[in-house]
């Protein structure tokens, strides 16, 4: 059985990830596999055994690749070496395998997420077109087709020839809101439309928290333009900080309830956002020749170690980590510059090298 078949039967058994991964922590796939062979249950409760038991089959493993197949739905799993670094730590939870439709390719990008209220302001809109117009210029863009700011966020990396990532919280076919399936349908043509759920999964209470963590695992950081107290874009945000990326926030009228989420991530640290350049400043990345990205750049003490230890060749994110002696979240801040300058690339999963063209 093919390591990539059975965590495709993961998700498909529709048992949730936390749970999976718990499960993936103590045995192998292939050892979770043979175990329902003889139909021992480990100590599985019987909601979990009865769901992984109800796809455990080689014939319904390759009906659902068929099924795919036929309808233009590719998928990746943790099996694959090119499954994104970024989703593979284990802070993110990560996925047992991804669904998605466009260019795979953009995901491994330097990325960049925005995230917002769906019932945005005139001023939310302007703000993202602003700020995101000029940042998908070095930044593939990630949020999650909802209304009102993620929307705009799509629709401004698309408009300026930028990269998008649209992240679902159900499965590709069943988009959700209606109102977006114009733009999830060019997201497909342009960019990437990604769910770590199967294809016919209806969207849930619980589903979209759970897509809240891709949309910021996939990034460097995220950007929130626009939140109430209690909006969900807030639950992005504090993934980011549990999987140690940064957070940076659009400041709000004092007196509009869609700004208090906002300035009160700013007041708890989050770095103020009021154009495009306040990202670039701090990812230490220069403008150049309307938006070229810089070749040329002054490297400070972590990155120029970074650089000299991938010039023995490629090295994986773990090996950098100990060889420079930065942490993961400094590390991942280096990398982004180094990617975005052109300096280095992804050469595979979690493996870097010096970009040589």
């Not at 109102?179 to 294809?199: Q, R, W």
């Not at 809240?212 to 980011?240: F, H, K, Q, W, Y």
């Amino acid at each position: 059985m093919l390591l990539s078949d059975i965590y495709l039967w993961l998700a498909y058994s529709r048992v949730s990830t936390q749970k999976l991964n718990r499960l993936l922590a103590v045995r192998s796939p292939q050892e979770l596999w043979n175990a329902f062979d003889s139909e021992h249950k480990y100590d599985l409760d019987e909601r979990t055994f009865t769901a992984l038991k109800r796809t455990h089959s080689v014939d319904f493993i390759e009906r659902c690749k068929q099924y795919l197949a036929t309808n233009n739905i590719e998928y990746i799993t943790r099996a694959d070496p090119l499954f994104p670094a970024a989703l593979a730590q284990d802070e993110v939870d990560p996925p047992v395998a991804l669904f998605y439709r466009g260019n795979l390719d953009i995901m491994r990008e330097p990325c960049l997420a925005v995230v917002g209220t769906r019932k945005a302001s005139p001023y939310g809109k302007y703000a993202v077109n602003k700020i995101v117009g000029e940042l998908s210029k070095y930044f593939t863009i990630v949020s999650g087709l909802a209304t009102g700011i993620d929307g705009y966020a799509h629709a401004a990396a698309l408009d300026n020839g930028g990269n998008t990532v649209a992240v679902l919280g159900s499965g590709l076919f069943n988009v959700t809101p209606v109102s977006n399936v114009g733009m999830f349908d060019e997201i497909c043509k342009h960019g990437l439309a990604v769910s770590e759920y199967t294809p016919d999964t209806h969207a849930a209470v619980y589903t979209f928290p759970q897509r809240n963590r891709i949309i910021s695992g996939l990034s460097r950081g995220v950007l929130v333009v626009e939140a109430t107290e209690d909006s969900g874009s807030l639950i992005t945000a504090n993934c980011a900080l549990e999987q140690g990326r940064d957070v940076f926030a659009v400041p709000g009228d004092i007196d509009k309830r869609r700004s208090f989420g906002t300035n009160r991530l700013i007041k708890q640290g989050a770095i103020a956002v009021t154009c495009a350049q306040d990202i670039l400043d701090y990812y230490g990345v220069d403008k150049k020749d309307e938006g070229a990205r810089e070749n040329t750049v002054a490297l400070d003490f972590s990155e120029q170690r970074v650089m000299d230890a991938l010039g023995g060749g490629e090295r994986s994110f773990d090996s950098l980590v100990e060889t420079c002696g930065l942490s993961v979240a400094e590390l991942n801040t280096v990398i982004t510059k180094l990617m975005i300058t052109g300096l280095i690339r992804q050469k595979s999963k979690n493996v870097y090298c010096v970009e040589t063209a």
